[in-house]
């Protein structure tokens, strides 16, 4: 039987192996966990799906493998079930790993080859940027797996490359021997660029046996190249150029990718100032980072150029530095001993990147207030125990915070709502989501599904149970998809208060600060006098898209109004 990496919810494509619970040739019970995976929405012990002895291990610890990949086998002599779950699978593999192969050599090609080789011999594929999501529109080549002129199986690791949706490996298309790689390591390409060429005939072809380009592949720049002006100005459906123009060293012939082209013309940038670039790509090519790189250099220049009109207003310690300092060009300085480098692990730079999105996504406010907890805090001293003994579940201010909530959202469902595009997207139900910090540096937001159905207690148990099954890798894919509003409890830690970031995409995210006590004005018989009292800031992070600052208010008010006036017989 194969034992294929499982889909772990709606939106996620693949999963990193963190452990393996069994070796090759041991004995596997039904049910019993085989190995644990972490993804971008929760971390999970894997059970198996029959009994029998593990056969093979195809995928090592750390490895991250696409849904739908065989990762082992379990010999449990059932060969027929074995082949329908392989076609099950296969649907799945083919738009993940398959890369798209197109033959590239033609007539025309052949007749220009001046290479020894006989030409009829000579088969190449082209090894082209796969499309790794719906909207990805480029990836990064982050390791070559192979070198030029190293013999390759079919199915075997070529390249790895990382976009904004996944990190994966790219597996050959056929046998045989790599003839060429066009795009270095950390070069950033558009999807179906060709970035290496795979030799399968029975000739073997490589790169300094390159034959000529095809002159239909050139794109040759006006004679007159080296006294272009004008930006780069070209159709958005070309595939690349050699560019040949002139510099101070001489004639110069450097392949411009389609990406590099697309922001150079773009951001207005001439091939002459292209050619002054110095590439960091594979011989010497420029990159995609190589021309922001320049883009942006190019523009504080423009901003540190002398003003003929009026001098700009320097800073104080731009007036009180000595005259050669230079901002722009400060860097940290240390040793390798003084610093450890650390890798992320899947989670962090998972949780790195939805952060980043978030911001880059909402126009996050913050607004803040302070609630005067006394009623819940004396009923908690009166009923800590009592709860204990009777739900064994240790009483806290999360779940009357929590049902605060709730009714708030009931109050103000804009809150409880989502943009997509130009819609606004009223939900009717409330799942509400608590934000568990997972040891060392994790965190994950499990969420209470229909929170409006559940009473005080049912919160309770609901709060408690995503939190143990959060801290034991027992959570479901839909305990962490479809929340409408989150809360994150910081004050646990000692934190006063915060601004958290939204969880996409939601437009509204309650930080929860700790409870502290301290002396408040109060008035009592008409006097204003001095009380100690245990107070708690909470603050509410929205989406100013849709959240303006009054509905923000209202809706914190309604949590503070309600909390400092609750009533037992809500239990």
Not at 4 to 15: A, F, L, R, W, Y
Not at 307 to 318: C, S
Not at 391 to 399: A, D, G, H, Q, V
Not at 442 to 448: A, D, E
Request: net charge negative.
């Amino acid at each position: 039987m194969d034992i294929i990496m499982p889909k772990m919810g709606e939106s996620v494509n693949e999963g990193t192996i963190i452990k393996w619970h069994k070796k090759v040739g041991d004995a596997v019970k039904r049910d019993e966990v085989i190995f644990e995976i972490s993804t971008d929405k929760v971390d999970t012990e894997i059970p198996s799906p029959s009994e029998g002895v593990l056969s093979e291990i195809k995928f090592n610890e750390g490895d991250t493998v696409p849904v739908g990949t065989v990762v082992a086998v379990i010999n449990d002599g059932n060969e027929n079930h074995a082949e329908q779950l392989v076609q099950n699978v296969q649907p799945v593999m083919k738009d993940v790993s398959q890369v798209h192969q197109a033959e590239e050599k033609s007539h025309d090609d052949e007749n220009k080859n001046q290479n020894a080789v006989k030409e009829s011999a000579v088969e190449l594929l082209s090894i082209q940027m796969p499309k790794m999501g719906e909207s990805v529109m480029e990836g990064t080549i982050i390791k070559w797996h192979k070198k030029v002129g190293e013999k390759i199986k079919k199915d075997e690791t070529i390249f790895e490359i990382s976009t904004d949706k996944v990190d994966t490996e790219v597996p050959s298309p056929a046998e045989g021997v790599l003839a060429e790689i066009l795009v270095a390591e950390q070069e950033t390409v558009e999807v179906g660029t060709v970035v290496a060429k795979l030799s399968t005939g029975s000739s073997v072809y490589t790169a300094k046996e390159k034959p000529a380009p095809p002159a239909e592949e050139k794109i040759q720049t006006p004679a007159t190249i080296d006294n272009v002006e004008e930006p780069v100005s070209m159709h958005d459906n070309f595939s690349s150029v050699n560019l040949t123009t002139a510099n101070t060293q001489g004639k110069v012939s450097s392949f411009l990718s389609p990406l590099v082209l697309n922001i150079a013309r773009k951001e207005n940038v001439s091939f002459d100032e292209i050619a002054q670039i110095k590439g960091t790509g594979l011989e010497g090519r420029v990159t995609k980072k190589d021309i922001l790189s320049y883009i942006e250099n190019r523009a504080v220049a423009k901003t540190n150029a002398p003003q003929t009109a009026k001098e700009p207003v320097k800073t104080i310690a731009e007036e009180t530095a000595p005259a050669s300092y230079n901002y722009s060009s400060v860097q940290p300085s240390y040793s390798s001993s003084d610093v450890e480098i650390i890798s992320m692990d899947n989670i962090r730079q998972k949780i790195m990147q939805h952060m980043v999105n978030s911001r880059d996504t909402s126009v996050h406010v913050s607004a803040m207030l302070e609630v005067d907890m006394s009623r819940i805090y004396n009923f908690i001293q009166r009923k800590r125990d009592e709860f204990q003994k009777k739900e064994n579940i240790k009483l806290t201010y999360m779940p009357f915070i929590a049902r605060a909530c709730v009714k708030g959202l009931q109050q103000f469902p804009l809150i409880n709502a989502s943009i997509e595009g130009s819609s606004i997207v009223k939900k009717k139900f409330i799942n509400l989501g608590i934000a568990v910090a997972v040891e060392p540096t994790g965190l994950i937001v499990p969420n209470i599904k229909a929170a409006n159905d559940k009473s005080l207690i049912g919160l309770a148990r609901s709060i408690n149970d995503l939190a143990v099954r959060a801290r034991t890798k027992k959570l479901t894919p839909d305990d962490i998809t479809s929340g409408t509003f989150t809360i994150t409890n910081y004050g646990v830690f000692g934190t006063i208060f915060g601004t958290p970031i939204i969880n996409q995409p939601e437009v509204a995210i309650l930080g929860v600060g700790t409870v502290v006590k301290k002396p408040v004005v109060v008035e009592v018989d008409g006097a204003d006098t001095i009380a100690i009292k245990p107070i708690m800031a909470l603050t509410l992070s929205h989406d100013h898209r849709l959240v303006d600052g009054m509905l923000g208010g209202k809706f914190l008010k309604f949590l503070k109004d309600s909390l400092e006036n609750f009533d037992s017989s809500e239990i």
